[in-house]
């Protein structure tokens, strides 16, 4: 297996992981606007708010994850003689590493994705108690 080929099939399943995270949520939305939906249309602008506060987190990663996949896939195609760096294993070998490594990214990301959502629900949810 060559480098190229290893860093192709990794950033293959980063995308992935980056498209399951656009799909739960592509829309960008100002904090200032969530604060304002929270708090103006009484019970309803706080379920919208925090389903918005919730996609804004989704496409934060979504993008990040997308964008890192690309790059990984682009380098592994222009830099000269990437192909030609055979690694110290079998393709199998490879292609399995390739997918631990990228769950663990995946994983990690899953992580602070999570830390990330509940510190903005909690920004939301003590706006919301604030102004009633």
Known sequence: MTLGLFLDLFALVVGLGSGVAFSMGVLRIKDASLDVIAVAFYDSGAAVAKE????????????????????????????????????????????S??????SAL???????????????????TNLIKENG
Do not use: H, N
Not at 67 to 93: C, H, N, W
Not at 97 to 102: G, R
Not at 112 to 124: A, F, V
């Open 52 to 95: 918005l506060a919730q996609q804004k987190t989704d496409f934060v990663f979504g993008s990040v994850l997308l964008f890192f996949s690309f790059a990984l896939q682009f380098s592994s195609k222009a830099i000269t003689g990437l192909d030609e760096v055979v690694l110290p294993f079998a393709r199998m070998y490879g292609v």
């Open 106 to 124: 995946l994983f990690l990301c899953y992580l602070l994705w999570c830390d990330l959502s509940r510190k903005r629900m909690e920004r939301i």
């Open 97 to 102: 590493l390739s997918l631990v490594l990228a």
